[in-house]
Each structure stands twice: as structure tokens, then as C-alpha cells.
């Protein structure tokens, strides 16, 4: 009896990793809006871009098929904790609030907050010079947090679904001024609608923006977590992930 319960329990453990493996490939989810020179997209539907690509690479390290998956930024974290997505690999910034319902990877990449507006307007950017003024964020990011904490009492403050629309707004005069990732903001800048534009400085470093941006991953995925820690550490170390960022980027953006 206790060899055939053996043999049986040795034929279900074999089992597993091909049950593992017929799951399918890793859902790595991105907004579905681009986000250059983080998210690309394509004429052809193909995505590129620095995440996307810095991605692409972690999958090769941890020897996963992944598959890039679009989702609304507004419902990334419900889309990853309801197993749609099974990473998010999109800018998000750790913050404690998001700590409470999902997990982070390591931090892979920092930037600051930048300023931008009209290049004619005299702005000081303290609440009291800011008092009364319409400020421009998108929603759901430290950015939205950090306006909402400095200015929410004192200016008005306008949410938007994606960063297009934001600058949509910002080029069209609907704001005042708007806070953004200063790489996003380098790249708006050098286009035709940011022309009249320019950058007003740099947010403090303030605890709220978090220490960096990682990959969100569901709390039971421990393992899966490990793996991206690791994959992220190796990457650093062997200049892979300078290799890559050179090609996006002019300044370092690596952690620390």
C-alpha cells in the first residue's frame, strides 16, 4: 500500500510543473493610454518603450513567457488583484497606501516631479502664489497626492484619466499649471503643443512620492515577488539595465 500511495504521489508531483506551464504566459499589465518613452505604442499594436523593453528582459531572466496587457490605468490595481493582469509593470510609484492592498518589487527606477507652465506666467510655487490658480495632475498618481497635500485648501485642483489630457488642457490654457513626471515633462516640452511652455522647477522630495517605482504584484504571489527582486538586482549589477536606459534616456534614473 505504501509504495502504490508512493507511486501515486510521485506521479502528481511530476505533474506539476507541466500544469504550471499550460497556465499560460505572465499578463504584464500597462495603461492602455501610451506614456513615452515609458509605454510606445505602435501603428502596428506593438508595444515598446523603456519599460516595456526593461520588462521584456526581467521575463528572460526569470524564464517566463509574458505577454503585455492593456488595461485602464484608473483600474490597474483591481485588474491585478482580480487576476486579470498578474504584474503591473507601469510607473507606479510605492506608496504606503498601495502597500496595503498589493506588493512591490524593489524600486527599478526614480524621477522627480516637475512644474510646467505657460512660459509668459510669473508663478511662485508656494501655496500662497499658487492661492486661487487651477493646477492640472492625473488622477490616481503621488503626483494627484502630493497636489492634493500642498494645495487642495488654498487653489483648484483638476483630475485627469491620462497624461494626454492633461497636456491637451495645459496647451489649451484650461490650467494654470500642472505637475508631472519631469521625464514625461522633457519630452512634452520638445513637442509642437509644448512650445509655449516651459518647465517652473522641481517638487521636494517629499516622503509622499515614495522611494521609487517598482512592479505591483498580488500579495500571495511571494515567489513571483523573489523572482522580480532578484531579476531587478542582477540587471542593475550587470549593466543591463544601463544599457537600456541609455537608449531613452540623457540622465540616470537608476535607484540609488
Known sequence: MKTTMLRICLALSCSLPAAATLAGPLKVGIAAEPYPPFSIKQSSGQWSGFEV???QRICQEIKEKCQITEVAWDGIIPSLNSKKIDVIFNSMSITPERE??????????????EYVAPKASKLTLTPEGLK????GVQSSTVNADYIKKRYGQVASI????TQDELNADMAAGRVDVMLLDALAASDFLKSKDGAALESKGMAPRDPIFGPGVGAGLRKS?????????DAILKLRQDGSF????????KVDISVK
Not at 483638476?158 to 484619466?161: E, L, S, T
Not at 504571489?221 to 527582486?229: A, H
Not at 544601463?242 to 534616456?249: H, V, W
Open 53 to 55: 523593453e526593461l520588462v
Open 100 to 113: 496595503k492592498v498589493i506588493a512591490f518589487s524593489k524600486p527599478y527606477y526614480y524621477t522627480d516631479a
Open 132 to 135: 486661487g490658480k487651477v493646477i
Open 158 to 161: 483638476k483630475y485627469y484619466n
Open 221 to 229: 504571489d511571494v515567489v513571483l515577488k523573489r523572482k522580480f527582486d
Open 242 to 249: 544601463n544599457a537600456i536606459q541609455k537608449k531613452y534616456f
